[in-house]
């Protein structure tokens, strides 16, 4: 089922959260919201959901209009932030709480919280409650609950914020491996690029309540329509041109200590590891001091130093008219 928003305006008092919005995530798609604190990315889920309503605008899912539906029509299941879990439930009883509701058979809230116990990797943890739970697992309990309904449309608001980094990245993984398993339209709420670039099918970048661009997470990033989409998905060179400025992220320069091509001459101010990578600080002629960086093997190679002159040029670049912001 899609989700297909048009026209969509939200204020708060004076404050406009959402600016004519218009998105479309594909049927079946693992979409993302991404984009700084405050720009909107949770105000439109939660409208999309039904929590909020739009001052003008509708969404759309599938081939229902539900702009003016309550939330318990919509067929959306939700991922809180805080994961919203029951604590005094057990992980059993947070998961089947959905289909309880629906006065569902005893037998069959047994068999379908078994299921989703599986599909999160939780089997026999059933009879916990949250407290004896990791960050982790509450948040695969929380997404099993999400999923116990069977809903059209699962929307997840910044569903990894609270975690460290290496369970974010363990459940990067487990989300994707869900999507391909329940096969259910999903949209989260990131303000992570690498996240949104590693788990989603498509892409929506917002800034200020508008959407700056929409589309495939490799044609947002190789091909970004603004600087601000550029320089949202990492370090970013400004480099000063006649009639346009020229944006060049610093892995796209070509490193050599000889000349070649047209290439321009820099001296190198500092050398710095960055994992995996070597990164150079580097002024060029005319005073302007740019980030390049390479692997460390290529590093090594060029053996350059602290006032090494070496020679750079980008071998993959975005021109924008004017001045930068």
Same mark, same amino acid.
């Given at each position: 089922?899609s989700?297909i928003?048009?026209?969509?305006?939200?204020?708060? &008092?004076?404050?406009?959260?959402?600016? !004519?919005?218009?998105?479309?995530?594909?049927? &079946?798609?693992?979409?993302?919201?991404?984009g700084?604190?405050? /720009?909107?990315?949770?105000?439109?889920?939660?409208?999309?959901? #039904?929590?909020?309503?739009?001052?003008?605008?509708?969404? $759309?899912?599938?081939?229902r209009?539900? =702009?003016?539906? %309550?939330? &318990?029509?919509?067929?959306?299941?939700?991922?809180?932030?805080?994961?919203?879990?029951?604590?005094?439930? =057990?992980?059993?009883?947070n998961?089947g709480? @959905?289909?309880a509701v629906?006065?569902?058979?005893?037998?069959?809230?047994r068999? *379908?919280?078994?299921?989703?116990?599986?599909?999160?990797?939780?089997?026999?943890?059933? @009879?916990?409650?949250p407290?004896e739970?990791? &960050?982790?697992?509450?948040?695969?309990?929380?997404?099993?609950?999400?999923l116990?309904?069977d %809903?059209?449309?699962?929307?997840?608001? +910044? %569903?990894? @914020?609270?975690?460290d980094?290496?369970?974010?990245?363990?459940?990067?993984?487990?989300?994707?491996?869900?999507?391909?398993?329940?096969?259910?339209?999903?949209?989260?709420?990131?303000? !992570?690029?690498? +996240?949104?670039?590693?788990?989603?099918?498509?892409? $929506?970048?917002?800034? !200020?309540?508008?959407?700056?661009?929409?589309?495939h997470?490799?044609?947002?990033?190789g091909? %970004?329509?603004?600087?601000?989409?550029?320089?949202?998905?990492? !370090?970013?060179?400004?480099?000063? #041109?006649?009639?346009? =400025?020229?944006?060049?992220?610093?892995?796209?320069?070509?490193?050599?200590?000889?000349?070649?091509?047209?290439?321009?001459?820099?001296?190198?101010?500092? $050398?710095?590891?960055?994992?995996?990578?070597?990164?150079?600080?580097?002024?060029?002629?005319?005073?302007?001091?740019?980030?390049?960086? /390479?692997?460390?093997?290529?590093?090594? *190679?060029?053996?350059?130093?602290?006032?090494t002159?070496?020679?750079?040029?980008?071998?993959?670049?975005?021109?924008?008219?004017?001045t930068?912001?």
């Amino acid at each position: 089922m899609s989700i297909i928003v048009r026209g969509l305006v939200k204020s708060f &008092g004076s404050v406009r959260a959402l600016r !004519d919005v218009d998105i479309s995530v594909p049927s &079946g798609s693992l979409g993302a919201l991404l984009g700084p604190s405050g /720009c909107g990315k949770s105000t439109l889920l939660r409208v999309i959901a #039904g929590f909020e309503s739009a001052d003008a605008g509708r969404v $759309v899912l599938g081939e229902r209009d539900v =702009t003016g539906l %309550p939330l &318990g029509k919509r067929d959306v299941g939700f991922v809180f932030q805080n994961y919203a879990l029951f604590p005094h439930q =057990t992980v059993a009883d947070n998961i089947g709480f @959905a289909l309880a509701v629906r006065k569902r058979s005893r037998a069959a809230i047994r068999e *379908r919280v078994a299921e989703l116990l599986d599909l999160v990797q939780l089997s026999g943890y059933e @009879a916990r409650r949250p407290h004896e739970l990791s &960050g982790g697992q509450r948040q695969r309990v929380a997404l099993a609950r999400a999923l116990a309904a069977d %809903p059209a449309v699962l929307l997840l608001d +910044e %569903p990894f @914020a609270a975690l460290d980094a290496n369970v974010r990245k363990d459940l990067r993984r487990s989300l994707r491996a869900l999507h391909e398993r329940a096969h259910v339209t999903t949209l989260l709420v990131t303000h !992570d690029a690498e +996240e949104a670039l590693e788990v989603a099918d498509h892409v $929506v970048v917002l800034r !200020d309540g508008v959407v700056q661009q929409q589309d495939h997470p490799r044609r947002v990033y190789g091909e %970004p329509a603004n600087p601000f989409v550029m320089g949202f998905f990492g !370090d970013v060179n400004v480099l000063s #041109g006649t009639d346009s =400025t020229i944006y060049v992220r610093p892995a796209d320069f070509r490193i050599e200590t000889r000349p070649f091509g047209e290439a321009n001459a820099a001296r190198v101010l500092d $050398v710095r590891a960055a994992g995996p990578r070597t990164q150079f600080d580097l002024s060029l002629h005319d005073g302007q001091v740019v980030v390049a960086e /390479c692997d460390d093997r290529r590093a090594e *190679r060029l053996g350059a130093t602290r006032g090494t002159i070496v020679f750079i040029e980008p071998t993959r670049y975005r021109a924008f008219a004017g001045t930068p912001a």
